[in-house]
């Protein structure tokens, strides 16, 4: 059975048929450019808390080493309509959190001259929707004005993940990113000044085709300039079809290998110190499952940043939400909660 992403609400159907004739089945079809959202049945949500809904679709960007909008057409988001209607599904299920993510979400609504804003506006409209998180982002479509309308919704989560893949320009460029690392750190300040001290995560690619020392000291000292809370890192590799995998100057895995150490003891630095920012502050925490600890129970859950607090009991906190303070590390990336007392 060989299928495309385009057919996959058919793809039970073809199995079915593959079974019970064992005639092959070779039908992929393409993406054109105009084409509408494909709305596919709500995915269902086990752990009750967080449900993640698919507001968009595809990519106009073509970055050279992706193979993205070869794959998945061009940008499409989903209907108004739909997302309210399976927000509101989700808010019946129990879900108290939103997180809404998109191949390139920071394009939701280009259809009809809207923006993210409008799919932040609607979910915030759910009764029953304590949070609404994003996921990743390209940094381009963010403005004063979407930051100002984010940020008048208290159920809004002051957490972005800001998509990267380098901090130097001249390696961004062979990437074809639309922005230069200038202009992505003044969409950090634009962050800082809307929010207090939002979790700012991201994506870097190491050892792209080409990248010297130099190129990667460059990335490192960026890194380290902005201050990420987390970092997602990946070794380049080859994707077949895409521009990059033909360039000269393919990286040595040793190299990539050492260049990503060198970043994720970065990372661990820089996370460190953003959780120790949040120790003895206001938070406030959606707890969602129960974790062994040093060998013992806690409850465990995420702050609106999503830093992950912890509770010492054998109650059941899930789907619960708890206002406190977080006061020591329990481990490298779990803080001890302690609720308020009525």
Request: aromatic letters at 8%.
């Amino acid at each position: 059975l060989i299928t495309g992403t385009k057919d996959r609400a058919a793809l039970i159907q073809r199995i079915r048929q593959l079974m019970e004739s064992a005639v092959p089945w070779d039908g992929v079809t393409p993406y054109t450019p105009g084409e509408g959202y494909e709305l596919l049945p709500p995915a269902e949500n086990a752990d009750r808390t967080r449900a993640f809904i698919k507001i968009q679709d595809g990519c106009n960007q073509f970055c050279s080493y992706c193979i993205i909008p070869y794959a998945r057409g061009r940008c499409r988001s989903k209907p108004r309509e739909a997302l309210a209607q399976e927000a509101a599904q989700m808010a019946q299920a129990g879900c108290r959190e939103a997180v809404l993510i998109g191949i390139n979400l920071a394009f939701y609504g280009m259809e009809w001259q809207g923006d993210l804003g409008d799919a932040v506006d609607i979910c915030c409209a759910v009764p029953g929707i304590d949070r609404v998180r994003l996921g990743s982002l390209e940094p381009e479509k963010l403005s004063d004005d979407l930051l100002r309308r984010l940020a008048a919704h208290p159920q809004f989560c002051p957490q972005f993940h800001l998509s990267l893949q380098s901090g130097c320009d001249t390696v961004l460029q062979r990437m074809n990113r639309k922005y230069s690392s200038g202009e992505y750190y003044e969409k950090v300040c634009m962050l800082r000044e809307a929010f207090q001290d939002p979790a700012i995560t991201t994506d870097v690619i190491v050892g792209f085709p080409g990248e010297t020392e130099e190129e990667f000291e460059a990335t490192r000292a960026f890194l380290a300039k902005v201050g990420f809370y987390e970092m997602h890192l990946f070794k380049y590799s080859k994707r077949k079809g895409t521009p990059a995998a033909e360039m000269e100057g393919q990286i040595e895995e040793a190299v990539k290998a050492q260049r990503s150490g060198v970043l994720a003891l970065l990372e661990q630095e820089m996370s460190m110190k953003y959780r120790e920012r949040h120790l003895q502050k206001p938070a406030e925490i959606l707890f969602e499952e129960a974790k062994e600890i040093n060998g013992k129970s806690y409850q465990i859950g995420h702050t609106r940043e999503y830093i992950k607090g912890a509770i010492l009991t054998d109650q059941s906190l899930s789907g619960q939400v708890l206002y406190g303070k977080c006061t020591e590390f329990l481990s490298q990336d779990i803080l001890a909660f302690e609720p308020e007392r009525n």
